[in-house]
Protein backbone atom coordinates (compact mmCIF):
# COMPACT_ATOMS: atom_id res chain seq x y z
CA UNK A 1 0.00 0.00 0.00
CA UNK A 2 0.99 3.54 -0.79
CA UNK A 3 0.00 5.34 1.82
CA UNK A 4 1.95 8.24 1.02
CA UNK A 5 0.43 8.99 -1.99
CA UNK A 6 -3.13 7.85 -0.40
CA UNK A 7 -2.23 10.63 1.84
CA UNK A 8 -1.35 13.20 -0.55
CA UNK A 9 -4.39 12.69 -2.95
CA UNK A 10 -6.23 13.21 0.59
CA UNK A 11 -4.17 16.14 1.33
CA UNK A 12 -4.22 17.62 -2.30
CA UNK A 13 -7.20 16.41 -4.64
CA UNK A 14 -10.21 18.10 -4.99
CA UNK A 15 -13.12 15.65 -4.07
CA UNK A 16 -15.71 15.72 -7.31
CA UNK A 17 -18.33 13.69 -6.04
CA UNK A 18 -19.04 9.82 -6.39
CA UNK A 19 -17.85 7.03 -4.74
CA UNK A 20 -13.88 6.88 -4.50
CA UNK A 21 -12.65 3.85 -3.39
CA UNK A 22 -10.02 3.36 -0.44
CA UNK A 23 -6.64 2.40 -2.26
CA UNK A 24 -5.02 4.38 -5.24
CA UNK A 25 -4.49 2.47 -8.73
CA UNK A 26 -1.48 2.14 -10.86
CA UNK A 27 -2.38 0.33 -13.52
CA UNK A 28 -4.66 -1.06 -16.07
CA UNK A 29 -4.97 -4.03 -18.73
CA UNK A 30 -7.46 -5.52 -20.31
CA UNK A 31 -10.61 -6.73 -18.11
CA UNK A 32 -8.49 -5.95 -14.77
CA UNK A 33 -7.05 -2.65 -12.77
CA UNK A 34 -4.49 -3.14 -10.74
CA UNK A 35 -4.22 -1.26 -7.15
CA UNK A 36 -1.33 -0.17 -4.77
CA UNK A 37 -1.00 -3.30 -3.24
CA UNK A 38 -0.90 -4.76 -6.18
CA UNK A 39 -4.63 -6.98 -6.22
CA UNK A 40 -6.21 -7.59 -9.50
CA UNK A 41 -9.93 -5.73 -9.76
CA UNK A 42 -11.95 -7.23 -12.47
CA UNK A 43 -13.22 -4.01 -14.05
CA UNK A 44 -17.05 -4.16 -15.30
CA UNK A 45 -17.64 -0.98 -15.87
CA UNK A 46 -15.16 -0.37 -18.57
CA UNK A 47 -13.63 2.13 -16.80
CA UNK A 48 -15.96 5.08 -16.43
CA UNK A 49 -17.93 3.24 -19.21
CA UNK A 50 -15.39 4.27 -21.62
CA UNK A 51 -13.34 1.12 -22.80
CA UNK A 52 -15.00 -0.54 -24.70
CA UNK A 53 -11.77 -2.52 -25.78
CA UNK A 54 -10.59 -3.27 -22.46
CA UNK A 55 -7.77 -1.13 -21.19
CA UNK A 56 -4.70 -0.53 -22.67
CA UNK A 57 -5.35 -2.09 -25.56
CA UNK A 58 -2.38 -2.64 -27.97
CA UNK A 59 -4.02 -0.75 -30.74
CA UNK A 60 -4.46 2.23 -28.82
CA UNK A 61 -0.69 2.51 -27.19
CA UNK A 62 0.38 1.94 -31.07
CA UNK A 63 -1.47 4.89 -32.09
CA UNK A 64 -0.57 7.19 -28.84
CA UNK A 65 3.13 6.41 -30.02
CA UNK A 66 2.68 6.85 -33.78
CA UNK A 67 0.93 10.37 -32.15
CA UNK A 68 4.01 11.11 -30.61
CA UNK A 69 6.15 10.49 -33.43
CA UNK A 70 3.67 12.27 -35.71
CA UNK A 71 1.86 15.24 -33.79
CA UNK A 72 -0.36 15.46 -31.08
CA UNK A 73 -1.31 18.93 -31.27
CA UNK A 74 -1.78 22.00 -33.36
CA UNK A 75 -2.75 25.28 -34.27
CA UNK A 76 -6.52 24.88 -34.50
CA UNK A 77 -7.38 26.57 -37.91
CA UNK A 78 -4.73 23.35 -39.47
CA UNK A 79 -6.43 20.39 -40.07
CA UNK A 80 -4.78 17.71 -39.14
CA UNK A 81 -4.53 14.33 -41.59
CA UNK A 82 -6.13 11.72 -39.26
CA UNK A 83 -8.76 14.18 -38.65
CA UNK A 84 -9.95 14.30 -42.04
CA UNK A 85 -9.82 10.26 -42.16
CA UNK A 86 -11.51 9.51 -39.02
CA UNK A 87 -14.59 12.22 -40.34
CA UNK A 88 -14.65 10.31 -43.11
CA UNK A 89 -14.52 6.80 -40.93
CA UNK A 90 -17.01 8.16 -38.37
CA UNK A 91 -20.03 9.27 -41.40
CA UNK A 92 -19.40 5.37 -42.28
CA UNK A 93 -20.62 4.41 -38.75
CA UNK A 94 -23.52 7.07 -38.69
CA UNK A 95 -27.24 6.32 -39.87
CA UNK A 96 -28.16 8.59 -42.83
CA UNK A 97 -28.07 11.76 -43.44
CA UNK A 98 -25.82 12.19 -40.27
CA UNK A 99 -22.17 12.95 -41.68
CA UNK A 100 -20.40 15.65 -40.99
CA UNK A 101 -18.60 15.70 -37.56
CA UNK A 102 -17.08 18.46 -35.02
CA UNK A 103 -14.34 16.34 -32.96
CA UNK A 104 -13.94 17.49 -28.87
CA UNK A 105 -13.06 16.09 -26.17
CA UNK A 106 -15.56 14.97 -23.64
CA UNK A 107 -19.55 14.08 -23.53
CA UNK A 108 -20.37 17.44 -21.78
CA UNK A 109 -18.33 19.01 -24.32
CA UNK A 110 -19.86 17.10 -27.39
CA UNK A 111 -23.47 17.87 -25.80
CA UNK A 112 -22.71 21.44 -25.24
CA UNK A 113 -21.59 21.96 -29.09
CA UNK A 114 -24.98 19.81 -30.01
CA UNK A 115 -27.08 22.53 -28.07
CA UNK A 116 -25.28 25.31 -29.74
CA UNK A 117 -26.04 23.54 -33.12
CA UNK A 118 -29.55 23.24 -32.57
CA UNK A 119 -29.83 26.63 -30.87
CA UNK A 120 -28.17 28.65 -34.04
CA UNK A 121 -29.80 26.20 -36.81
CA UNK A 122 -33.25 26.87 -34.99
CA UNK A 123 -32.92 30.24 -33.92
CA UNK A 124 -34.62 29.15 -30.53
CA UNK A 125 -33.25 28.16 -27.48
CA UNK A 126 -35.35 25.78 -25.47
CA UNK A 127 -34.53 22.36 -24.47
CA UNK A 128 -36.53 19.43 -23.17
CA UNK A 129 -34.41 16.68 -21.86
CA UNK A 130 -35.72 13.43 -19.67
CA UNK A 131 -36.27 12.78 -16.07
CA UNK A 132 -32.98 10.82 -15.62
CA UNK A 133 -31.07 12.33 -18.28
CA UNK A 134 -27.10 12.95 -17.77
CA UNK A 135 -25.44 15.03 -20.84
CA UNK A 136 -22.30 16.50 -18.01
CA UNK A 137 -21.54 19.05 -16.13
CA UNK A 138 -20.74 21.86 -18.29
CA UNK A 139 -23.46 24.60 -18.08
CA UNK A 140 -26.04 23.88 -21.17
CA UNK A 141 -25.40 19.96 -20.73
CA UNK A 142 -26.10 20.10 -16.78
CA UNK A 143 -29.01 21.84 -17.41
CA UNK A 144 -29.88 19.44 -19.23
CA UNK A 145 -29.50 16.87 -17.01
CA UNK A 146 -31.64 15.67 -14.36
CA UNK A 147 -30.57 12.12 -12.75
CA UNK A 148 -28.84 14.02 -10.29
CA UNK A 149 -26.37 16.63 -9.02
CA UNK A 150 -28.12 20.09 -9.84
CA UNK A 151 -28.39 21.80 -6.56
CA UNK A 152 -25.93 24.37 -5.33
CA UNK A 153 -24.84 26.45 -8.58
CA UNK A 154 -27.08 28.67 -9.39
CA UNK A 155 -29.70 29.11 -12.34
CA UNK A 156 -30.05 26.43 -15.56
CA UNK A 157 -30.25 27.90 -19.08
CA UNK A 158 -33.40 29.93 -19.31
CA UNK A 159 -35.56 27.61 -21.48
CA UNK A 160 -34.70 24.06 -19.97
CA UNK A 161 -37.75 21.43 -19.75
CA UNK A 162 -38.15 17.89 -18.29
CA UNK A 163 -40.40 15.07 -19.60
CA UNK A 164 -40.84 11.87 -17.60
CA UNK A 165 -38.70 9.23 -18.35
CA UNK A 166 -39.60 5.78 -19.96
CA UNK A 167 -39.16 3.98 -16.39
CA UNK A 168 -41.54 0.98 -16.86
CA UNK A 169 -40.25 -0.40 -13.27
CA UNK A 170 -40.57 2.70 -11.15
CA UNK A 171 -42.86 5.00 -13.77
CA UNK A 172 -42.72 9.01 -12.74
CA UNK A 173 -46.03 9.27 -13.50
CA UNK A 174 -47.60 6.28 -11.61
CA UNK A 175 -49.29 5.21 -14.64
CA UNK A 176 -47.69 2.28 -16.09
CA UNK A 177 -46.32 -0.95 -14.17
CA UNK A 178 -43.59 -3.29 -16.18
CA UNK A 179 -44.68 -2.15 -19.69
CA UNK A 180 -44.23 1.67 -20.85
CA UNK A 181 -47.11 2.68 -23.14
CA UNK A 182 -45.16 6.17 -23.49
CA UNK A 183 -47.79 7.98 -21.76
CA UNK A 184 -44.82 9.98 -19.99
CA UNK A 185 -43.56 11.43 -23.11
CA UNK A 186 -47.10 12.48 -24.15
CA UNK A 187 -47.60 14.06 -20.56
CA UNK A 188 -44.26 15.47 -20.77
CA UNK A 189 -44.81 16.95 -24.16
CA UNK A 190 -48.17 18.48 -23.17
CA UNK A 191 -47.01 20.06 -20.46
CA UNK A 192 -44.09 21.47 -22.32
CA UNK A 193 -46.35 23.42 -24.53
CA UNK A 194 -48.12 24.85 -21.45
CA UNK A 195 -44.98 26.20 -20.44
CA UNK A 196 -43.21 26.57 -23.86
CA UNK A 197 -42.66 30.34 -24.93
CA UNK A 198 -42.48 29.32 -28.16
CA UNK A 199 -38.12 28.86 -27.88
CA UNK A 200 -38.20 25.23 -28.82
CA UNK A 201 -34.63 24.43 -30.47
CA UNK A 202 -33.92 20.81 -29.28
CA UNK A 203 -35.20 17.59 -27.54
CA UNK A 204 -31.91 16.04 -26.45
CA UNK A 205 -32.23 11.88 -25.54
CA UNK A 206 -29.77 8.84 -24.42
CA UNK A 207 -31.40 5.66 -26.07
CA UNK A 208 -30.91 4.06 -23.19
CA UNK A 209 -30.95 6.31 -20.20
CA UNK A 210 -27.71 5.22 -18.21
CA UNK A 211 -27.12 7.30 -15.08
CA UNK A 212 -31.08 7.08 -14.75
CA UNK A 213 -31.19 3.61 -14.09
CA UNK A 214 -30.37 1.27 -17.70
CA UNK A 215 -33.75 2.18 -18.95
CA UNK A 216 -34.12 1.17 -21.82
CA UNK A 217 -37.55 2.65 -23.84
CA UNK A 218 -40.50 0.69 -25.31
CA UNK A 219 -40.39 -0.32 -29.11
CA UNK A 220 -41.32 3.37 -31.12
CA UNK A 221 -40.46 5.42 -28.48
CA UNK A 222 -37.33 6.94 -29.77
CA UNK A 223 -39.18 7.48 -33.50
CA UNK A 224 -42.44 9.13 -31.78
CA UNK A 225 -39.67 11.42 -29.83
CA UNK A 226 -38.68 12.53 -33.05
CA UNK A 227 -41.89 13.28 -34.18
CA UNK A 228 -43.37 15.30 -30.85
CA UNK A 229 -40.24 17.44 -31.69
CA UNK A 230 -40.75 17.90 -35.47
CA UNK A 231 -44.04 18.84 -34.35
CA UNK A 232 -42.53 21.71 -32.48
CA UNK A 233 -40.33 22.71 -35.20
CA UNK A 234 -37.81 21.41 -33.04
CA UNK A 235 -34.35 18.75 -33.81
CA UNK A 236 -33.93 16.06 -32.46
CA UNK A 237 -30.24 15.39 -30.53
CA UNK A 238 -29.00 11.55 -29.59
CA UNK A 239 -26.78 11.28 -26.59
CA UNK A 240 -24.83 8.15 -27.16
CA UNK A 241 -21.48 8.55 -25.01
CA UNK A 242 -22.38 4.55 -24.02
CA UNK A 243 -24.47 3.40 -26.67
CA UNK A 244 -22.69 4.10 -30.00
CA UNK A 245 -19.49 1.64 -31.16
CA UNK A 246 -21.33 -1.39 -30.01
CA UNK A 247 -21.80 -1.93 -26.85
CA UNK A 248 -25.57 -2.69 -27.89
CA UNK A 249 -24.34 -5.10 -30.73
CA UNK A 250 -24.82 -2.20 -33.42
CA UNK A 251 -22.92 0.81 -34.19
CA UNK A 252 -25.45 3.43 -32.45
CA UNK A 253 -28.19 2.70 -31.00
CA UNK A 254 -30.15 5.10 -33.59
CA UNK A 255 -29.93 1.98 -35.85
CA UNK A 256 -30.64 -0.50 -33.51
CA UNK A 257 -34.13 1.15 -33.09
CA UNK A 258 -34.24 2.81 -36.45
CA UNK A 259 -34.74 6.38 -35.91
CA UNK A 260 -32.06 8.63 -36.91
CA UNK A 261 -31.75 12.62 -34.96
CA UNK A 262 -30.42 15.57 -36.50
CA UNK A 263 -27.41 15.64 -34.33
CA UNK A 264 -25.83 12.57 -32.37
CA UNK A 265 -23.08 13.79 -30.09
CA UNK A 266 -20.51 10.65 -29.23
CA UNK A 267 -18.18 10.80 -26.65
CA UNK A 268 -16.61 7.81 -23.57
CA UNK A 269 -16.48 4.89 -26.46
CA UNK A 270 -15.07 6.98 -29.73
CA UNK A 271 -11.91 7.06 -27.66
CA UNK A 272 -12.30 4.10 -25.67
CA UNK A 273 -10.60 5.96 -22.53
CA UNK A 274 -9.00 8.22 -24.15
CA UNK A 275 -10.81 12.16 -24.04
CA UNK A 276 -11.90 11.85 -27.57
CA UNK A 277 -15.47 13.02 -28.22
CA UNK A 278 -17.78 14.26 -31.46
CA UNK A 279 -20.44 16.39 -32.88
CA UNK A 280 -22.10 14.45 -35.33
CA UNK A 281 -24.64 16.29 -38.09
CA UNK A 282 -26.27 16.79 -41.44
CA UNK A 283 -24.78 18.16 -44.34
CA UNK A 284 -27.98 20.48 -44.46
CA UNK A 285 -27.44 21.59 -40.51
CA UNK A 286 -23.76 22.08 -41.11
CA UNK A 287 -24.37 24.12 -44.10
CA UNK A 288 -27.16 26.51 -42.76
CA UNK A 289 -25.25 27.07 -39.23
CA UNK A 290 -21.72 27.66 -41.08
CA UNK A 291 -23.44 30.09 -42.78
CA UNK A 292 -24.46 32.00 -39.52
CA UNK A 293 -21.26 31.36 -38.27
CA UNK A 294 -21.33 28.76 -35.71
CA UNK A 295 -18.17 29.01 -33.32
CA UNK A 296 -17.06 25.79 -31.46
CA UNK A 297 -13.24 27.22 -31.42
CA UNK A 298 -11.50 25.47 -28.67
CA UNK A 299 -7.94 24.73 -27.61
CA UNK A 300 -7.83 20.78 -28.65
CA UNK A 301 -10.60 20.79 -31.63
CA UNK A 302 -9.22 18.65 -34.15
CA UNK A 303 -6.22 17.81 -32.43
CA UNK A 304 -4.29 14.55 -34.17
CA UNK A 305 -3.37 12.64 -31.16
CA UNK A 306 -6.95 11.48 -30.14
CA UNK A 307 -8.08 11.53 -33.45
CA UNK A 308 -5.79 8.56 -34.34
CA UNK A 309 -6.81 6.65 -31.20
CA UNK A 310 -10.36 7.42 -32.48
CA UNK A 311 -9.10 5.48 -35.77
CA UNK A 312 -7.57 3.01 -33.84
CA UNK A 313 -10.58 2.48 -32.20
CA UNK A 314 -12.85 1.83 -34.74
CA UNK A 315 -10.66 0.28 -36.96
CA UNK A 316 -10.08 -2.52 -33.55
CA UNK A 317 -13.97 -3.13 -33.19
CA UNK A 318 -14.09 -4.22 -36.95
CA UNK A 319 -11.03 -6.36 -37.04
CA UNK A 320 -12.32 -8.38 -33.78
CA UNK A 321 -15.38 -8.27 -34.65
CA UNK A 322 -16.64 -6.19 -31.27
CA UNK A 323 -20.22 -5.61 -32.30
CA UNK A 324 -21.26 -9.44 -32.84
CA UNK A 325 -19.25 -10.52 -30.04
CA UNK A 326 -20.98 -7.42 -27.81
CA UNK A 327 -24.40 -9.81 -28.73
CA UNK A 328 -22.99 -13.47 -27.86
CA UNK A 329 -21.22 -11.91 -24.68
CA UNK A 330 -24.05 -10.04 -23.57
CA UNK A 331 -26.48 -12.54 -24.27
CA UNK A 332 -24.53 -14.95 -21.68
CA UNK A 333 -24.01 -12.24 -18.96
CA UNK A 334 -27.89 -11.38 -19.68
CA UNK A 335 -28.39 -15.58 -18.63
CA UNK A 336 -26.15 -15.21 -15.55
CA UNK A 337 -27.90 -12.71 -14.45
CA UNK A 338 -31.02 -13.99 -14.99
CA UNK A 339 -30.62 -16.61 -12.84
CA UNK A 340 -28.99 -14.63 -10.43
CA UNK A 341 -32.48 -13.20 -9.95
CA UNK A 342 -34.74 -16.15 -10.09
CA UNK A 343 -32.04 -16.85 -6.81
CA UNK A 344 -32.27 -13.67 -5.13
CA UNK A 345 -35.62 -11.99 -4.35
CA UNK A 346 -33.69 -8.55 -3.89
CA UNK A 347 -33.16 -8.21 -7.93
CA UNK A 348 -35.98 -6.91 -8.99
CA UNK A 349 -35.38 -5.91 -12.44
CA UNK A 350 -32.33 -6.65 -15.29
CA UNK A 351 -32.78 -4.51 -18.18
CA UNK A 352 -30.70 -3.26 -20.98
CA UNK A 353 -28.75 -4.37 -24.19
CA UNK A 354 -25.96 -6.36 -25.12
CA UNK A 355 -22.92 -4.98 -23.01
CA UNK A 356 -25.17 -2.62 -21.14
CA UNK A 357 -27.24 -3.99 -18.42
CA UNK A 358 -29.10 -2.86 -15.37
CA UNK A 359 -29.63 -4.58 -12.14
CA UNK A 360 -32.20 -3.63 -9.90
CA UNK A 361 -32.08 -3.88 -6.19
CA UNK A 362 -35.25 -3.80 -3.96
CA UNK A 363 -36.35 -4.62 -0.19
CA UNK A 364 -39.29 -7.54 -1.98
CA UNK A 365 -40.67 -7.07 -5.42
CA UNK A 366 -44.20 -6.32 -4.11
CA UNK A 367 -43.18 -2.85 -2.77
CA UNK A 368 -40.23 -2.59 -4.98
CA UNK A 369 -38.86 -0.03 -2.40
CA UNK A 370 -35.05 0.04 -3.30
CA UNK A 371 -32.98 -1.19 -1.15
CA UNK A 372 -29.84 1.36 -1.70
CA UNK A 373 -28.37 0.00 1.84
CA UNK A 374 -27.52 -3.64 0.43
CA UNK A 375 -26.41 -1.79 -3.18
CA UNK A 376 -23.98 -0.10 -1.03
CA UNK A 377 -22.96 -2.98 0.46
CA UNK A 378 -22.59 -5.58 -2.08
CA UNK A 379 -20.65 -3.34 -3.74
CA UNK A 380 -18.18 -2.90 -1.44
CA UNK A 381 -17.96 -6.43 -0.70
CA UNK A 382 -17.80 -7.06 -4.33
CA UNK A 383 -14.43 -5.18 -4.30
CA UNK A 384 -13.08 -7.00 -1.60
CA UNK A 385 -14.03 -10.33 -3.34
CA UNK A 386 -12.04 -8.65 -6.57
CA UNK A 387 -14.51 -7.05 -9.06
CA UNK A 388 -15.46 -3.31 -9.57
CA UNK A 389 -19.11 -2.55 -9.57
CA UNK A 390 -20.66 1.25 -10.62
CA UNK A 391 -23.68 1.54 -8.52
CA UNK A 392 -26.39 4.56 -8.67
CA UNK A 393 -28.01 4.60 -5.06
CA UNK A 394 -30.92 7.55 -5.22
CA UNK A 395 -33.73 7.44 -3.24
CA UNK A 396 -35.83 8.16 -5.91
CA UNK A 397 -34.28 6.13 -8.67
CA UNK A 398 -33.51 2.97 -6.65
CA UNK A 399 -30.10 1.28 -6.52
CA UNK A 400 -29.21 0.07 -9.81
CA UNK A 401 -26.17 -1.61 -10.79
CA UNK A 402 -24.36 -0.79 -14.44
CA UNK A 403 -22.65 -3.37 -15.75
CA UNK A 404 -20.87 -2.80 -18.81
CA UNK A 405 -17.68 -4.69 -19.30
CA UNK A 406 -15.45 -4.45 -21.93
CA UNK A 407 -16.37 -6.14 -25.27
CA UNK A 408 -13.00 -7.92 -25.06
CA UNK A 409 -13.82 -9.49 -21.70
CA UNK A 410 -12.72 -13.28 -21.65
CA UNK A 411 -15.51 -15.67 -20.98
CA UNK A 412 -13.59 -16.53 -17.74
CA UNK A 413 -13.81 -13.65 -16.56
CA UNK A 414 -17.20 -12.33 -17.10
CA UNK A 415 -18.20 -15.51 -15.46
CA UNK A 416 -15.68 -15.28 -12.36
CA UNK A 417 -17.18 -11.50 -12.21
CA UNK A 418 -20.97 -12.87 -11.92
CA UNK A 419 -19.64 -15.65 -9.39
CA UNK A 420 -18.12 -12.98 -6.74
CA UNK A 421 -21.40 -11.14 -7.78
CA UNK A 422 -23.32 -14.07 -6.30
CA UNK A 423 -21.54 -14.94 -3.30
CA UNK A 424 -21.15 -11.47 -2.17
CA UNK A 425 -25.02 -10.65 -2.33
CA UNK A 426 -25.30 -14.14 -0.46
CA UNK A 427 -22.45 -12.75 2.33
CA UNK A 428 -24.36 -9.58 2.30
CA UNK A 429 -27.85 -10.67 2.91
CA UNK A 430 -26.83 -13.52 5.04
CA UNK A 431 -25.03 -10.68 7.40
CA UNK A 432 -28.12 -9.15 7.44
CA UNK A 433 -30.11 -11.35 8.34
CA UNK A 434 -27.84 -12.81 11.37
CA UNK A 435 -27.98 -8.93 12.47
CA UNK A 436 -30.19 -7.95 15.72
CA UNK A 437 -33.46 -6.70 14.32
C1 LIG B 1 -24.90 9.71 -21.66
C2 LIG B 1 -23.78 10.61 -21.20
N1 LIG B 1 -23.62 11.79 -21.79
C3 LIG B 1 -22.64 12.63 -21.42
C4 LIG B 1 -21.78 12.32 -20.39
C5 LIG B 1 -20.73 13.28 -19.98
O1 LIG B 1 -19.51 12.89 -20.49
P1 LIG B 1 -18.16 13.45 -19.87
O2 LIG B 1 -18.10 12.94 -18.47
O3 LIG B 1 -17.11 12.87 -20.75
O4 LIG B 1 -18.20 14.92 -19.95
C6 LIG B 1 -21.91 11.09 -19.74
C7 LIG B 1 -20.99 10.74 -18.65
O5 LIG B 1 -21.22 9.93 -17.82
C8 LIG B 1 -22.94 10.21 -20.16
O6 LIG B 1 -23.13 9.04 -19.57
Not at 55 to 62: E, K, L, M
Not at 132 to 161: I, L
Not at 265 to 281: I, N, R, Y
Amino acid sequence: MDKDLRDARDEYLVRYGGDRLDQIFVRAKGAVVIDDEGREILDFTSGQMCATLGHNHPAIVGAIEEAGRQAYHLFSGMIPDVVAELGRKLAGWMPAPLKKSLFVNTGSESNEAALRMAKMYTGRHEVVALGGSWHGVTGGASSASFASDRKGYGPAMPGSYLIPEPYAYRCPIRHCRDACDTTCMKVGFEMFDMQTRGEGAAVVAEPILSAGGVLVPPEGYHASLREEARKRGMILIFDEAQTAFGRLGTKTAAEKYGAAPDIMSVSKTLGAGLPLAATVTTDAIEEDIAGKGYSHYTSHVADPLPARVGLAVLATLEAENLLDRAVTMGAGLRARLDALQQKYECIGDIRGEGMLLGIELVTDRESRAPDLALGAATTKRCLEMGLSMNIKRRPARGAVWRIAPPLTISEDNLNRGCDILDRALQACLDERAKAPA
